[in-house]
């Protein structure tokens, strides 16, 4: 062993250790351990050898310029300074608070950030705003004092709708409380060049972070777009990244692949989810409960393309190995010493009965730094198995182009267009799909007569999300998991679709959607626009009908009225009494 293998060595054993329960699949991902040992596969990676993913010469180009994730742990190390000062300009300047506005990639690690850390000493408290939905955009701006809240606008293309609207909107209330000095309450993170740069300029920003252009969002946590919120908020980013950089050694192009500890979990989820293990279940403590939403972005828009991909699962209430098909990976993120004895124990019984466990323990939240990037090689490690590119997500246009033409009704017209009647209308709530029968209660049962085993469900609410929804939804999918043993996923919209939509429309055509929306009674106009943010919520919500049901997927639309939670109660009500029985295979 030379000195660069033993460096890596020792670095791989200072990481949070992870335990891969593989049972049967354990000789299928030694092989292709091997296989990839014998192609010298980890120097390859390193040196952005793009054929390690596809043969198509512009998806490698495509490849090629967006691996800079790999080093801007190391390369933000020399950024500490210049954004710990920027965090002491802000203290010092009076700002009592921190509202981070974007969507996908540009806000789910703020996200994990805010959730699993506390506020640390010096910080400010933060909130994160990526919905359209105007009660959480209402909900947000009475929780803050605006003239002392700075607002970070952050998007990498600077051309997202949402982040745009967000910065539009926030910036015109501060200019009718502060005039031409609104500028000095916002800072946008975005990439050199964008369109974005000039109108921040023009608007006075009090400042603008240049992000990486080959930095992809999803790759994008421990660069800029992480790590100005996390120094804001008190987190001693010094050692979240120094962390980071040590898993970063640990997954280098040296030393034994058994021993590279993201190289080692990409195989795993790579092989089993050929081997049709393809539910990537995460179950963590509750104090992790939103590092699922950056997973899920991460994995399923980097795998879920091409009729392939890895769903990831998040939030799904653990139940016994009944309940479950042979299509999971169970795998557990939560702390050494902290023991969480009821998902323990249920873990130990699914390893039992033959379902893949794997378990990593951190030792604090900072170790999060490392999880980063143990994920992200694992994800373009899977990706190369599967043989895709992980950097792109040729779906999501998809339902943004259906989004744009019914803007462009809305500003010509004044409202969306109907496009569909409903197959049954009870109590208010209206039921839209492609099954037919008479009541309620049997058109949602005979749409999930149509699950089969390996099928998933969807959830997306395009709602504001509040503690008693989620406990809905949660029942929802219980009784889903319990009844159809088949995957639940749940998604805020239109948070997700900067995410799990990509797997949506480009993963396999195994899902049944099922898609809440509201009217908005209580709506919120966008300055200078011909509309408000209600109606942009529920165009995107048509939008990716639209482009759900051009890629054939089967889709359920249940809308509540204009009182969720009490459509909520009668939709649930419906599926009460009998229970759900889904096809045979
Ligand atoms: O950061 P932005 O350019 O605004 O992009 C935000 C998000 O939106 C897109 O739709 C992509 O699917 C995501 O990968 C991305 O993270």
Known sequence: MDAQDKKQLDSADKVAPATLQLGKYQSAINAKLQEFDARDFTKGFWQKEASLWVQDEAAQQSVRSFMGWLRVAETMVAAVPEIEQ???????????????????????????FEKSF?????????????????????????????????FIVASKSGTTAEPLAFGDYFYHRLQELKGDKAGENFVAITDPG???????????YRRIFLNFAEVGGRFSALSYFGLVP?????????????????????????GPVNHNPGLELGVALGVLAQEGRDKLTLVVPQSLSDLGLWLEQLIAESTGKEGKGILPVAGEPLGAPAVYGQDRVFVYVGYQGKPDEANQQKLAALEQA???????????????????????????????????????????QAAKTATDSLMKVVEKEGKLPQTEEPKVTEDGVSYYTAVQANTAADLVRAFFAQAKPGDFLNIQAYLTESPELNEDLQRLRQQVVDQLHIATTSGYGPRFLHSTGQYHKGGPNTGLFVQFTVDHPQDIQLPGRS??????????????????HDYSRRTLRIHLGDNAEQGMRTVLASLQGAPLVGAQA
């Open 230 to 254: 996390a120094a804001l908020y008190g987190i001693n980013i010094r050692e979240l990244l120094d962390r980071a950089v040590e898993m970063m050694r640990a997954c280098g192009a040296y």
């Open 86 to 112: 920027f965090a002491q300009e802000v203290n010092a300047a009076g700002f009592k608070h921190v509202v981070v506005m974007g969507m996908g990639g540009s806000t789910m690690a703020p996200i994990v």
């Open 531 to 548: 509309y408000s943010f209600g109606t942009f919520q529920n165009a995107q919500a048509a939008g990716d009908l639209q482009a759900l």
């Open 194 to 204: 964008s369109k974005f740069v000039t109108a921040a300029t023009e608007q006075g």
């Open 354 to 396: 033959g379902h893949p466990v794997i378990t990593i323990l951190m030792a604090d939240p900072l170790d999060l730094g490392q999880e980063f990037f143990r994920w992200e090689v694992a994800t373009a490690v899977a990706s190369a198995v599967m043989q895709i590119n992980p950097f792109d997500q040729p779906n999501v």
């Open 118 to 150: 506390p506020q640390g000493e010096g910080g400010l408290p933060m909130s994160i705003l990526d919905t359209t939905n105007p009660g959480t955009v209402r909900e947000i701006e009475k929780s803050v004092p605006l003239t002392e809240t700075l």
